[in-house]
């Protein structure tokens, strides 16, 4: 079954929360979904990311892992991404044991790159760029390490995924208000009347 990789699965803002976000909540291990699960969800999840990241990126292509091992370390780096930023959202900052985890990764990734192939963080100005999607995500995460970037890194509560808050006064709750905040209100009503019932039959 096709899986459709709309602006909604971009929430997160930045390709290296999004990446994290392929897994659907984290925080209710019997409710967890990954979209990877399906290794052809990967190559089509490049492709959407290098649209709907224009704006962080620039044109560029992500190279997406195809062998078993290759996409083997995407999830590992996608996993050390969700441990450093869900840490830091919870309040534990820059830990050492998850950041030293995605350091390490990552440097075998970048390592990994072709001779010669720019690595600066991103210029959207750069067109034309390729850069496997992989060493893409892990140089997204690097830019969070701005502590005025740190702190904008959120966690939605209905769906549990990572978001970049780029709303002015750092007020956004929910990583799309046109879905998961909706969700909420939508319950909240329900709430309301079904407890306004109970007191009118009591």
């Not at 390490?145 to 956004?172: M, T």
Request: with cysteine; charged share 25%.
């Amino acid at each position: 079954m096709t899986f459709e990789w709309n602006a909604h699965r971009f929430s997160g803002g930045v390709l290296a929360l999004d990446l994290a976000n392929t897994v659907v909540f984290r925080e209710t291990p019997e409710r967890s979904l990954d979209r990877f699960a399906d290794p052809a969800e990967v190559p089509r999840f490049a492709t959407a990311a290098a649209d709907f990241r224009r704006g962080e990126w620039g044109d560029v292509e992500f190279r997406p892992p195809l062998s078993k091992d290759a996409i083997a370390r995407l999830i590992d780096i996608r996993e050390a991404i969700n441990r450093l930023f869900r840490t830091a959202a919870h309040g534990g900052g820059l830990n050492p044991a998850p950041l030293a985890d995605f350091l390490h990764l990552g440097a075998t990734l970048v390592g990994a790159e072709p001779h010669g192939q720019p690595l600066a963080l991103p210029r959207p100005l750069e067109d034309g760029r390729r850069i496997s999607l992989s060493a893409a995500s892990f140089l997204s995460g690097v830019r969070l390490f701005d502590p005025l970037r740190l702190e904008r890194v959120k966690i939605c509560p209905n769906c549990h995924w990572l978001y970049f808050d780029e709303s002015r006064n750092r007020s956004r709750r929910w990583c799309d208000m046109n879905v998961c905040g909706n969700r909420a209100k939508a319950r909240r009503y329900y709430d309301r009347t079904a407890k306004q019932s109970e007191n009118g039959n009591g």
